[in-house]
């Protein structure tokens, strides 16, 4: 079992009884300091008071469990609102919103695509670009996907 998924069984239930979900969780070793970003939601928002009460629940829990290696800093945040979609479920729960969708290889000759989600069909989601134009996108060809902000 990856560390990635250690450190998420571990987490996720935290996240969870406090009424949050676990949006993304990664772990990177830089040249200085290696950081555990752990990111949260819920449809209302998330506040800087739950932030610090996952922070610290979470820090304390890893203390415990001691299954990082060497030391690290813990970051606790919100998504953003360019939050990533990470699922299928990701994509049908922000039906309607405006998204940049990266591929992993090209789809009509695209690299990128921005367009409003309109559904997810099987293991496809389906985009509405430039007005009237869809393009239906593999899950499985999706490198990165975020909302983008409008205004």
């Known amino acids: ?3 990635k998924d250690r450190l998420t069984g571990l987490i996720e239930p935290i996240i969870r009884f406090r009424g949050l979900e676990l949006v993304d969780l990664t772990f990177s070793k830089g040249s200085g300091r290696a950081v555990l970003k752990v990111i949260i939601d819920q449809d209302l928002g998330v506040s800087i008071d739950d932030c610090t009460a996952v ?3 979470i820090s304390a829990l890893l203390d415990v469990e001691d299954i990082v290696p060497g030391s690290y800093a813990l970051e ?3 998504p953003g609102l360019d939050r990533p979609l990470k699922s299928l479920e ?3 729960r922000f039906s309607g919103r405006l ?3 990266t591929m992993v290889e090209p789809v009509d000759g695209k690299k990128f695509i921005v367009g409003r989600v309109l559904k997810v069909a ?3 989601v389906v985009l509405e ?3 009237d134009v ?3 996108v593999p899950f499985n060809n999706i490198k990165k996907a975020r909302l983008e902000v409008e205004f």
């Open 76 to 78: 606790v945040s919100s």
């Open 134 to 136: 869809t393009v239906a």
């Open 90 to 92: 990701d994509f049908m």
């Open 122 to 124: 099987g293991g496809d």
């Open 55 to 57: 922070s610290r629940e």
């Open 129 to 131: 670009c430039d007005g």
């Open 1 to 3: 079992m990856s560390l």
């Open 99 to 101: 998204a940049k969708v």
